[in-house]
C-alpha cells in the first residue's frame, strides 16, 4: 500500500499549497502549450526572475484562492531550459490575521544571488537567494516600531537558503519605508523594485516606480539590506496610464562589445498601443546614479494588446538579456474565458540593440532553445502564390515565411480559421486581427485588429509566428516590431490570402510544436 502512494504524493506534493502540476492538467482548450501558465488561479507579474544553479526561476504574482486578482502572493516555478517549467509549492503566500482579513500583500519585485554574501544573510556554501518585493499593507499595521498606514507600500526583502524553496523575513523589514522626499507624505503609490548588480562600482542598483508620477528612481546599495537614493527619470515618452515594473540593463549595440547603450523597459497601463497595459522602452545612458535619454518620441516593446510586466532574468549564463512578459491586460484580464487557470506568461525572448534608422532600437526573437521543440516540419515552400488552404493539422505552430505583398491590398496568413496575420499595404503596417477569431464578446474592446508600421525590405516582410491555443506572436523584420495577441478561437485551418492583387510568400515554413507539458523527446 505505502509503496503504491509514495510516487503519488511525491507528484502532488504542491497540490497542499493548492497546486498540483501534471501533465493531465494542461489539456484544457485555450491551455498554453508553448508557455508557463500556473495549473490553477490567477497569475499576473512575473517576479524574481534569477539563474541559480542550473535553474532559471519564475515567481509571479498569483492569488491562490481564486481566478481574479487579490490575496496577491508570489507563485513559483522553475526550468533547468526556459521551455519546460515546472510549478513548485507558493513562495510567498498572503498573510492573514486570525479574523481572515489580509494584513501583507507581496506584489512585484526581483530576486538576486548574494554570491559575495555581502547581506550577511548567507551560510557558508549556501549563498542567499534575496527576493526585494513591493510590501502592501491593506490596513494600519505596526512592524518594527513603526506605523503603517492602510494601504502604504513599501520594499521588503526575505531571502532563502534552499534555492527559493522556502523564505525568511528580513527582521528589520521593510528596507525602503517611503519615497524619497519630497514625495514621501503624498504617494502612497511606490513599487515594484527590480535590483541588479553594477560592476564598475560594485554595488546593487534598484529601479522601482512613482506610478502616478510617471517617475523611476533609483537607489544603490552595498550589502542589499541599506539603501540609498539616488535619482530619478521622467515623466518622458508615454504618461497616458501609470508608470510600472521597470527594468533595467546595459545591452551592446549590432553586437560591438565597445559600442554599449542602457535600455529602461517601463510598463503603461493604460495608454498601451492596442488599448488598456502595454510596453515601451527607453535607450540611453545609466552612469551607475542616474539614466538619461535623449530618445524622442514612444518605443513600444510590443504592439499586440498581451504583453506587459515584462522583466528580464538576473544572472543568466552567457550574458544573455532574456525577457518574459505577462501574456494578458489588465483591461480585460479577470474576464478571459480560460478554466481553472487564467493568464500565461509569454515564452522568453532574447533581446539586442540593432541600429535601425540610425537609431539603436531593441529587436526580440523567441528564445533560440525554441527550435528544440519543433517537432514535424509540416509546410517547406520555397516560393508560392498567397493564397489558398494550408495543409497543417493541429492548434500549435511555428511558422516562418518572407511575405511580399506585391500589389495586394492586404496579404498574409490566417491561423486557427480566422486569426488574421497581415501586411496593410494603404496603412504601411503589419496586423493582427482577431476580430473574427472567436471568443471575443467578454469584452467589448477585445476584438479587434492591432497594428504597427513597418517597413519591408526589397519588398518584403521577415516573419516569425508562435501560434498558441491561447495567443499568436508575431516577430516581424529583425524582430524589431512584435505583436502578442490573445485569441480564443472556434476553429482550426491555416490559409494564405492576398486580397485586391498577387501577393507571394517565399521559403514558407510551418512546424507542429511539441507541448512543453510533454516529456522532451
Ligand atoms: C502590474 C502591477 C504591479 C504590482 C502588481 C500587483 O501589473 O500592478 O505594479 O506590483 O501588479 O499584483
Redesign the pocket.
Known sequence: MASKLMPLLAVCAAALSGSCASTAQYGQPFRPQLSFSPARNWM??PNGLVYHDGEYHLFY?YNPNGDT?GD?SWGHAVSTDLLRWEELPLALPVEKNAEGEVTQ?F???SAVVDHANVSGLGEPGKPAMVALY?A?FPQELVLNDRTFKAGTQSQSLVYSLDRGRSWRQYAANPVIVQPPTPYAAEYRDF??PKVFWYEPERKWVMAL?L?NLHKALFYSSRNLRDWEYMSEFGPMGATGG?W??PDLFELPVDGDPGKRKWVLLM?L?PGGPAGG?GMQYFVGDFDGSSFKSAQDGVQWLDHGADF??GVTWNGAPDGRRLLVG?MNN?LYGQQVPTSPWRSAQSVPRELALRTIDGQARLVQRPLAEFTRLRSAQLVNVPAQKAEGTVKAAGDVFEIELRLQPGSAVRSGIRVHGQTEIGYDREQGVLYLDRSRAGQGGFHPQFAARHAARVALRDGQLPLRLLVDRGSVTVFAGDGEVVLTDQVFPAGQGMSLFGEGGDARVHDFKVWSIQSIWEKAR
Open positions: 499576473n507579474d504574482q486578482w496577491m500583500m506584489f512585484s519585485g513591493t502592501v513599487r515594484d516606480v506610478p501609470i510600472e515594473c510598463s497601463n497595459s506587459y510586466a505577462w489588465w
